[in-house]
T-cell receptor
Framework: AQSVAQPEDQVNVAEGNPLTVKCTYSVSGNPYLFWYVQYPNRGLQFLLKYITGDNLVKGSYGFEAEFNKSQTSFHLKKPSALVSDSALYFCAVRENYGGSQGNLIFGKGTKLSVKP | DGGITQSPKYLFRKEGQNVTLSCEQNLNHDAMYWYRQDPGQGLRLIYYSQIVNDFQKGDIAEGYSVSREKKESFPLTVTSAQKNPTAFYLC???????????FGPGTRLLVL
């Protein structure tokens, strides 16, 4: 079965420092991977996705993610964190096979806290 | 959140009552989805619909029902059979099941 794991419940970073939010996955076939961000009491906002091609994917708000096939990882990164980046971040993988093909499987989320 | 609206923002349910959550999109998307979000559990799929007049159960469909009579609308009913309905409910849509999903602002359901 396909799955995605976010090993850290919370990540704390000082403003201006680089940030990394980790995600690992388990899929059959080629992975289709997504990152979303959620601010309190709001819906999820799409940040970026990896389908194929360049392993470094650039997305919204200065975020990027690096796809690493050998480590089955898709970590979210930003060179310089802002206080306004504080939110809940979700990694997701798309089902590739079976009756639920196309549906997203979400990780449990990582809370990012950026301190001034 | 643009293009997908959910109402109400907050909803209170009494014991034994059915309640309906609204989801409307003006993005001309074919596929629509309902998720439930509980603290520390991420998002879990309740129901999804790939086209009008068709829908499929997700991972946690028990106690819920949906309809898809119009392309723009995908209402979710939380029935009295759902014994633990308190959660944040999120609707999403995409051009197709293989495409990026975009989310509405959510409805928080509370039990009185």
């Amino acid at each position: 079965a396909q799955s995605v794991a976010q090993p850290e419940d919370q990540v704390n970073v000082a403003e201006g420092n680089p940030l990394t939010v980790k995600c690992t996955y388990s899929v059959s076939g080629n992975p289709y991977l997504f990152w979303y961000v959620q601010y309190p009491n709001r819906g999820l906002q799409f940040l970026l996705k990896y389908i194929t091609g360049d392993n470094l994917v650039k997305g919204s708000y200065g975020f990027e993610a690096e796809f690493n096939k050998s480590q089955t990882s898709f970590h979210l990164k930003k060179p310089s964190a802002l206080v306004s980046d504080s939110a809940l971040y979700f990694c997701a993988v798309r089902e590739n096979y079976g009756g639920s093909q196309g549906n997203l499987i979400f990780g449990k989320g990582t809370k990012l806290s950026v301190k001034p | 959140d643009g293009g997908i609206t959910q109402s109400p923002k907050y909803l209170f349910r009494k014991e034994g009552q059915n309640v309906t959550l609204s989801c409307e999109q003006n993005l001309n998307h074919d596929a629509m989805y309902w998720y439930r979000q509980d603290p520390g559990q991420g998002l879990r799929l309740i129901y999804y619909s790939q086209i009008v007049n068709d829908f499929q159960k997700g991972d946690i469909a028990e106690g819920y029902s949906v309809s898809r009579e119009k392309k723009e609308s995908f209402p979710l009913t939380v029935t009295s059979a759902q014994k633990n309905p308190t959660a944040f409910y999120l609707c999403a849509s995409s051009t197709g099941v293989r495409e990026t999903q975009y989310f509405g602002p959510g409805t928080r359901l509370l039990v009185l």
